[in-house]
């Protein structure tokens, strides 16, 4: 437990997963990692990061997987008070190294898996330094870091500072950053929203797109309340539907597109799936047939959000307005967004309400899928 009040959402979740040392916290193949092994490793790597002249303030770009150690690195920069930038996967060569440059990253820590496409990101940058996740790229971390002792480090993040750096897709050209201060972070860690929980202690997610979209805000969030992640390093349809079953996966987050490969999937009738609560979809555009066709085969399980990086979280449908035959399930409707820096006039399933000003950003109509009456 932090010995003073927290300064980052990374010293609360920190704080929570020192309650349940032994219970298990990641699962990551055959490998299980407990709560008591996050925290530990978390000030290691804090001990080893601060070693190599991080400061508060100081910016730290991560190329990797979903591994676990890339939650742990991520938290132990946090805690010296260092912003974060997370590199998709999806994005090109010439995208990663702009991302680099633009956030002018003091180093660069790469998970050894993706040493070959680090070294053709390097070759268009050049980060303060190279650390990487294992031998194979750079200094070895973790090496580094089993030489330390465990002792909890002292938080050193500023409310101001930078704790991540969100990219956009591109969409519209070059990925924009938008960032996300230590204050907004700490305040978003700190809620505590009244009414029946989306994530419980009891809640099992899998992650199987990128830790560095949405869905690593949800596994923070389980993290943070006590359950269980469990961690596919790439979605692939079969593998989703056996863990489902196997590991009694309660929530995760997928694009429509992957929703629609594990409703094709050959073996999705031979799997029981009786222990999904929710699916989280969004990301993209999505087809009202096929959405259709998952609240049919999956049951009440769907919730649609949609939200921007600029902006956060902008709408959401319940898995109760998505049962197939409900009034106006599924109506798809194609909204003209407002003009470049006006009021960002956003839509619900219920209305309109204006979100902060300033441009939304995206195409001359955005299409969304939704219940109940069409938008005014």
């Not at 070294?119 to 996740?133: D, F, K, N, Y």
Request: glycine share 10%; hydrophobic share 35%.
């Amino acid at each position: 437990m932090s010995a003073t009040a927290p300064r980052s959402s990374a010293e609360v979740l920190l704080d929570s997963c020192a309650q349940r040392r032994d219970s298990t916290a990641l699962v990551h193949g055959d490998r299980h990692v407990t709560y008591g092994e996050i925290v530990d490793q978390v000030h290691r790597l804090a001990r080893t990061l601060d070693a190599h002249g991080l400061q508060p303030g100081d910016v730290v770009t991560l190329l990797g997987g979903n591994a676990p150690e890339m939650i742990m690195v991520r938290l132990a920069a946090n805690l010296l008070g260092c912003g974060i930038a997370q590199l998709y996967n999806g994005i090109s060569v010439e995208s990663k190294a702009a991302i680099v440059a633009d956030v002018e990253c003091r180093a660069l820590i790469v998970d050894p898996g993706f040493a070959d496409n680090a070294r053709q990101v390097l070759e268009h940058c050049s980060p303060g330094e190279v650390l990487g996740l294992g031998p194979g790229i750079g200094t070895d971390l973790l090496a580094e870091a089993a030489d330390q002792p465990a002792e909890p480090v002292e938080g050193r993040a500023r409310p101001d500072d930078v704790q991540q750096i969100r990219h956009t897709g591109g969409t519209t050209g070059h990925p924009k950053g938008i960032c996300y201060t230590f204050a907004t972070g700490l305040a978003r860690a700190q809620q505590r929203p009244e009414g029946p929980q989306l994530i419980t202690s009891e809640t099992r997610l899998l992650v199987c797109t990128t830790i560095a979209h949405a869905a690593g805000f949800m596994a923070d969030s389980v993290l943070q309340n006590g359950g269980v992640v469990v961690l596919h390093d790439e979605f692939e349809p079969g593998a989703v539907l056996e863990t489902i079953e196997r590991e009694r996966i309660e929530l995760m987050f997928l694009l429509p597109p992957l929703l629609y490969k594990l409703l094709d999937h050959p073996s999705i009738d031979d799997r029981d799936l009786g222990s999904l609560r929710c699916i989280v979809y969004g990301g993209c555009k999505s087809s009202p047939k096929r959405l259709a066709q998952a609240a049919e085969r999956l049951g009440p399980v769907l919730v649609q959000m949609y939200g921007q990086t600029e902006a956060g979280m902008i709408s959401c449908c319940a898995p109760r307005s998505t049962t197939p035959g409900a009034p106006g399930c599924w109506r798809r409707w194609d909204v003209p967004c407002p003009p470049p820096k006006s009021p960002c006039a956003t839509r619900t399933a219920t209305g309109c309400r204006k979100a902060a000003a300033g441009s939304c950003g995206c195409a001359p109509a955005c299409t969304w899928t939704a219940t109940g009456s069409s938008p005014s």
